[in-house]
């Protein structure tokens, strides 16, 4: 078992920055391989943000490249996500996920609780 918990949202204005983190812990941490963080506005679906794998490799959504930035500490277990230039179309709430080794051909994923972020004009 992954237990995610997501740290670091807030209200902030337009043109602002936050740094969200998500520290994971629990039996299988070792096996955590890709970490991300998604978004979610009521009435939308869960969007993906940014990813990054164990290894280093980062994508993001292009509404956030430029503007956000992804990393991950593996020694604490804690991924981060930075957030500069907020625009209000940022305003959501934010997940963070953790794509779990359990076995050849398996893979769970887990979920934070979310953190809301609010991007005021």
């Known amino acids: 078992q992954v237990q995610l918990v997501e740290s670091g949202g807030g209200l902030v204005q337009a043109g602002g920055s936050l740094r969200l983190s998500c520290a994971a812990s629990?039996?299988?941490?070792?096996?955590?391989?890709?970490m991300g963080w998604y978004r979610q506005v009521p009435g939308k679906a869960r969007e993906l943000v940014a990813v990054?794998?164990?290894?280093?490799?980062?994508n993001y959504a292009d509404s956030v490249k430029g503007r956000f930035t992804i990393s991950r500490d593996n020694a604490k277990n804690t991924v981060y996500l930075q957030m500069n230039s907020l625009k209000p179309e940022d305003t959501a709430v934010y997940y963070c996920?953790?794509?779990?080794?359990?076995?050849?051909?398996?893979?769970?994923?887990?979920w934070g609780q979310g953190t809301q972020v609010t991007v005021a004009s």
């Open positions: 996920k953790a794509n779990v080794f359990v076995r050849l051909g398996t893979w769970n994923d887990y």
């Open positions: 990054i794998i164990s290894g280093g490799s980062t």
């Open positions: 629990g039996t299988m941490v070792s096996s955590i391989n890709t």
